[in-house]
Structures are given as C-alpha cells and as structure tokens.
C-alpha cells in the first residue's frame, strides 16, 4: 500500500502514527514545501523571545521519519495531483505514486488588498519558521514594528519581538483584541496586560495608505515604521483538493472518518472543515489537538482500521507574557462569570450541557470543563453548581466532596 501525505505538520504527524498502528509494512511518502523536520508552529514567537530553540520545537525526535518507515520529500513543492492515474506531481516534474492520499496541506496567511503595500521592503508574515527566521535578520533595539491585525498571530508576534524592537503599533478594524476567541471583558483583561508590556494598540481602525515607512490610516493618522508584520488572517489551503474535485466550502469537506467525497482521497487539520459539536456545524478548525486527532483518525481508516472523528471543538490554550487563556466550545446560553483584576473565568451552558468556557489567568482545570463539552455530559448528572466553583471536585464521591469542602452537607 503506497500511503502520501502532503503537508508536514500536525496532522501529517497524526496520520503517520495512525498508519502504523494499523498497517507497519506500506510505504509511506510525507511532501512538504517546507524543508523542515515537524515543528510546532506556535513557538516561533518563543523562538523569537529566546524562549525556545529549534531543536526543541521538534516536537517528535530527530529519528522520526526513519523509525516509522517515511519518505520524507522536504523543500518540494505539489504542482497537482493526477487522481486518474493516482499520482501525485512535483515541481520536479516526478510524480509520486499513492494508494491512499491525505491532504494536510494547512493555511495560508490572507493578505487582503491594501493600497501602497507593494512599497514595503521590510514586509513579513508569521506563521513559519522561516518567517521567523527572517524577520529576526531584520529587526534590532531601534526597530519600530507595525502589525496589522490584533489575532492570535499578530499579538504572538508582538510577544515574541517586544524585548528586541524599540517599538510595538497593532492596528486592527476590530474595536477589540482577539475577537474570534474572547468576549469584551477578556479582551479587556488581556489587552490591558499586553498594553503594560509597552505594546500600543490602535483599534477601529485600518490602514488607508503605506508608504515604504509609514502607515496613512483611514481616521486620519500616520504612523512611521520600520518593520511591517501583516497578520489578518489565515485561508486553508484547499486549491489542490478542489483541482480534482474535492468538495469544498471554507475548507475541505470530510466525513467524520476524515474521508473526502473522493475514494481514497482523506483530508485533515486547517485545510479541512470539522463538525463542531458545541454549535452543530460544520467549520475550520484551526487548531493543533484537532489537527492531530483528526490526521490519526484519517491514518487509522487509510490503513484499513475503524475510528471516528466526532467530538470537535473550537479550543485556544495560549499565553501573553505570561498571562495564561485556555477557551473552548462556543458563547450561546446562559453564562457564569467570575472575574477579578488577573483572573477571568466564564462558563456558558445550554440545554442541559456546558456549551464553552473562557478561563484567563487562572486555567489549571480546565481539562475538566474540556471533558465535559467533549463528552456532552448532561448537567443534571453532575454537581455543576460546585463545579463551576470547585471543578477539581468532580474527581471524589459525595462524601470524599463533604471532607474536602469541611464536612458540609451538599
């Protein structure tokens, strides 16, 4: 069985592991336009920060390929693939046979039309290590840096230069920071911890016009730069799935097998859409545990095994300078809320289940309110009212609960 996967991260990891569980004698062929061995991609800002290195962002040792039997065709870009003919081909203009074939092919980052951007010279993404890498040749203790965009990426970023550079402006149209994963009192919490770590943020606000250094934006305001990071956002890498005809809307479409409407053909991790349990649809979800269970989930059902993907859930475990977030499922229902000048904690539930949650700060037990949106466990079959309160509770039995809590009656 000739297995080929494209893409050389999370899910890619994922499928190989699945694979092997399954199947320890068929060929397996990992393509990736990067030239890297598997990397966590969320410790480039920590990389940047000196908080890491490259040998320790591996996150799998450096005989990984070799003791799981891979190929790995690192540095080499897909043109297509011939399904007819089951092939996929290289920029080389070889081809790479396959029996079965994943997509995992990631995102991209979206750079949207901006007048005068052409004009930048110091201008970088930041999702790779070689963006990373090259951003860190540019910049030094003078350097005035301007992000576009107050996501995940951009403020990453931020933290992971703000100790190098004289100066840090994000600029977003959002009228908050992090808007896809936190409420407005998170926002507020986590900005003004960001803002104390000198960064500047600028928000309602958008860039008209750039220049080669400086920024026109649209109230009116100029900002001079000497370093450009544009961070807006992420696509999913779809185009070569939908080129032979994978279903696709925002990412590639796959069942819960992660298989797609092609025989043969599998899809995982941020190019491919997964059914989110806590809002019953189907979206991106771009996100590492996801990425991997949903590559392992394909490996498995590639080689011929039985498992299902069907307990997906937005989730963001991140840190700013040192202040922790863990979010998870989604905002709709009624919500509990705790807050306090470092912590911010938000429990949302509906229908008898907890839908999602927001923890900032303090996040230690968060893996109990994961489990419990994962597991869709009723409420009224557990003591949610002390949960919300105490999670670490749930491990002990009533009476084990009453010694704990100092003999109080529940």
């Known amino acids: 069985m000739n297995y080929v996967i494209i893409g050389n991260s999370t899910a890619a990891v994922g499928c190989i592991e699945g694979i092997r569980s399954v199947d320890q004698t068929g060929k397996i062929t990992v393509i990736s336009k990067e030239p890297h061995h598997v990397y966590s991609r969320p410790l480039i800002s920590y ?15 450096d005989t990984f390929y070799e ?15 011939d399904y007819e003919n089951k092939k996929v081909l290289l920029d080389s203009g070889d081809g790479v046979a396959f029996d079965k074939l994943l997509f995992a092919t990631g995102s991209s980052p979206f750079v949207p039309p901006m007048a005068g951007l052409g004009e930048v010279e110091n201008q970088f993404s930041f999702m790779k290590l070689d963006d990373a890498a090259a951003l860190q040749k ?6 005035r840096v301007l992000i576009v965009g107050a996501g995940l990426i951009g403020l990453k970023c931020a933290e992971g230069i703000c100790s190098r550079v004289k100066q840090i402006t994000v600029v977003d149209l959002a009228p908050r920071i992090l808007p896809s994963i936190l409420d407005e009192a998170g926002s507020e919490i986590v900005q ?36 450009l990071i544009v961070a807006v956002g992420v696509r999913p890498e779809t185009k070569l799935a939908a080129d032979i005809g994978c279903k696709v809307n925002k990412g590639i479409v796959s069942d ?16 491919s ?14 996100l590492l545990p996801n990425a991997y269970m949903q590559g392992e989930t394909a490996g498995i059902n590639m080689a011929g095994g039985e498992k299902v993907y069907d307990k997906a859930i937005p989730m963001n475990a991140i840190g700013f300078f040192g202040l922790h977030i863990i979010t998870a499922g989604s905002y709709d ?13 938000k429990l949302v539930s509906k229908d008898n289940l ?27 079959t557990v003591d949610y009212e002390l949960i919300k309160e105490k999670p670490q509770l749930m491990a002990f039995t009533a009476s084990e609960r009453a010694v704990k809590l100092g003999g109080a009656k529940e």
């Open 47 to 61: 990389l940047l920060y000196g908080k890491t290195t490259r040998q320790r962002m591996k996150y799998r040792p």
């Open 273 to 286: 859409e997964s059914y989110d349990i806590t809002s019953g649809q189907y979206r991106v979800l771009a």
């Open 333 to 345: 229902g009624e919500t509990y809320v705790v807050r306090t000048e470092q912590t911010y904690k």
């Open 138 to 143: 540019v910049i030094d203790q003078e350097s």
């Open 256 to 271: 819960i097998h992660c298989a797609t409407n092609l025989d043969g053909v599998y899809a995982a991790g941020d190019c």
């Open 354 to 380: 907890l839908k999602g949650f927001i923890l900032i700060g303090d996040v230690a037990r968060a893996g109990i309110y994961t489990s419990l949106i994962r597991e869709r466990t009723p409420l009224d």
């Open 192 to 227: 003004k911890h960001i803002e104390e770590q000198g960064v500047t943020f600028i928000l309602s606000d958008s860039v008209a016009q750039f220049t080669k250094n400086s920024a026109l934006l649209k109230s009116g305001g100029k900002l001079e730069f000497d370093v």
């Open 67 to 81: 003791d799981n039997r891979v190929t790995p065709l690192l540095g080499v870009t897909v043109t297509g693939v």
